[in-house]
């Protein structure tokens, strides 16, 4: 009952507002994309992180980040996704077993269904829920300190086809190699890798969507931005074409995860001036969706010469650079839903001139509603919307919607339908019907009941205690 009361004492401090004239999984290549992005290890970096790849006309970056098997923590993760939400960072999850020693250890198919569980009890930021299934399994201290491409493969495409099968929408990507990796005991060739990958499961590809690069610009992360081929910054064109070599057709769409150059081994000043030369001759390409360097924040060993960050907090010269490129704003695709709960107009309105009403809903998509992404429609175009009092409302909260609508009906009783559709109008909710009195007045009754309400709601809603 007092929900109730506060629902109503809402609704009528707003309506006497009003009146008194006081307004308050898709393609990624098929929309405009911002293709900048950035790896991170620490949700504590997000803002940084929208600071670098949403500047300079950019929106909706990439982030690529780990999830542990020890970190499948579901109210932390999606505190994190809905923080990504608000600063419009598309998350690039690669998951991961956990550190036993120098090792990472090797994944067990029977934690498929843990991760299955985990991943789509999140809410995503985007419809296309980027998963990264491991990382360099070409390096023997990644998979329990062996190399095994056959084991690789098989647990690849189990995972693939579990997403798959939970979600239209997981968006599946294959470990990046490490293409300069060389035949010792520790690290296998990337072209050997792949193709014992593919001798294993040779409809491996049927389930991914796209690929993983890790393209390093070697040796020594100190290469030129102007080498090509394998080793480069060109790597991802290499290992497509290598994959057709071996009658992978697939069109792959490409996700360079890691790349970047040493601090330590290129003079800081020239590194700005080398991804600025990427983007705009290298990784221009269409292929390319997404690049997210490594990494934004590591000062201390082992990866300090990789980070954007140093040790005092201050940032290297390249993150200036890279936040002053020209970019793209994205417009990833998002699931717009909701749901009316209740809808009210007014009980008395005056012929041709406006009422008041109000809506209770419910987000239960991806994206936040804001004024002017959502809007009132009423079924059969019989309702005129004028104006609407409306605060951001994201998932899976509750919101309140007050709107001024005038009616195409002049008198009688008034029931009509109204929903929620987005700003292209396409219908995202229930319609839910709103019934109100309409009665002739002039403009001079009209003008003397509205001020009488007026007077006795602000004096009532003086004492009301919130």
């Known amino acids: 009952m007092k929900k109730m009361l506060l629902f109503i004492s809402a609704f009528i401090l707003l309506f006497a507002f009003f009146t008194t004239g006081i307004y308050a999984k898709s393609d990624p290549t098929s929309v405009a994309n911002n293709k900048f992005g950035i790896h991170i290890t620490n949700e504590k970096d997000l803002v940084e992180a929208a600071r670098l790849v949403n500047s300079s006309g950019g929106d909706w ?32 999850v690669r998951i991961a077993t956990k550190a ?36 360099e399994p070409n390096h023997a201290k990644e998979w329990g300190g062996e190399i095994d491409p056959a084991a690789y493969a098989t647990y690849l495409a189990a995972f693939a086809n579990a997403l798959h099968q939970a979600s239209a929408d997981f ?15 520790k690290t296998m060739d990337e072209a050997t890798f792949i193709k014992r990958m593919i001798v294993t499961e040779a409809n491996l590809f049927d389930n991914l ?32 074409n290598y994959l057709k070599s071996l009658e992978i057709y697939k069109d792959l769409p490409v996700f360079i995860t890691e790349t970047g150059w040493s601090n330590q081994k290129v003079n800081q000043e020239e590194i700005g001036s080398f991804y600025d030369y990427a983007f705009k001759n290298v990784w221009n390409d269409k292929r390319v969706i997404a690049v997210t360097p490594f990494i934004l924040n590591y ?30 704003s994205g417009e990833p695709q ?46 059969n175009g019989e309702l005129l919307f004028r104006n609407t009092l409306f605060f951001d409302v ?47 007045a002039n403009k001079m009754q009209i003008d003397s009941f509205f001020a009488k309400i007026s007077s006795y709601l602000r004096n009532t809603l003086s004492t009301v205690r919130f």
């Open 394 to 440: 994201e998932p899976p909260k509750t919101g309140l919607i007050i709107f001024r609508a005038t009616p195409v009906q002049k008198t009688g009783i008034f029931i009509k339908s109204i929903y929620l559709a987005d700003s292209s109008g396409k219908r995202i909710t229930n319609s839910f019907p709103i019934e109100a009195l309409i009665v002739k």
């Open 209 to 240: 969507d796209g690929w993983v690069s890790h393209s390093y610009p070697n040796p020594d992360f100190a290469g030129k931005v102007t080498d090509t081929g394998r080793g480069s910054v060109w790597t991802f064109d290499w290992e497509l």
């Open 61 to 92: 970056g990439y982030v690529t980040f780990v999830i542990t098997e020890a970190e499948r923590d579901h109210n932390r993760w999606q505190q994190i996704f809905d923080q990504m939400r608000k600063l419009h960072l598309i998350p690039v």
């Open 100 to 135: 036993n020693g120098d090792n990472w250890e090797i994944p067990k198919q029977e934690e498929i269904g843990n991760w299955i569980a985990f991943l789509n009890s999140l809410n995503w930021v985007t419809q296309n829920r980027y998963v990264i299934i491991g990382n």
């Open 171 to 185: 968006y599946v990507l294959p470990a990046g190699l490490d293409a300069s990796a060389t035949a010792t005991g």
């Open 299 to 328: 000062p201390n060993e082992p990866f300090s010469e990789f980070s954007w960050k140093k040790g005092d907090g201050s940032l290297y010269p390249y993150f200036e650079v890279y936040k002053d490129i020209p970019k793209v």
């Open 334 to 379: 998002q699931i717009k839903s909701g749901q009316i709960l209740g809808a009210l107009a007014q009980p008395v309105a005056f012929s041709e001139s406006d009422f008041v009403g109000l809506i209770v809903a419910k987000n239960t998509g991806q994206s936040i509603w804001s004024a002017g992404s959502v809007n009132i429609v009423g079924d």
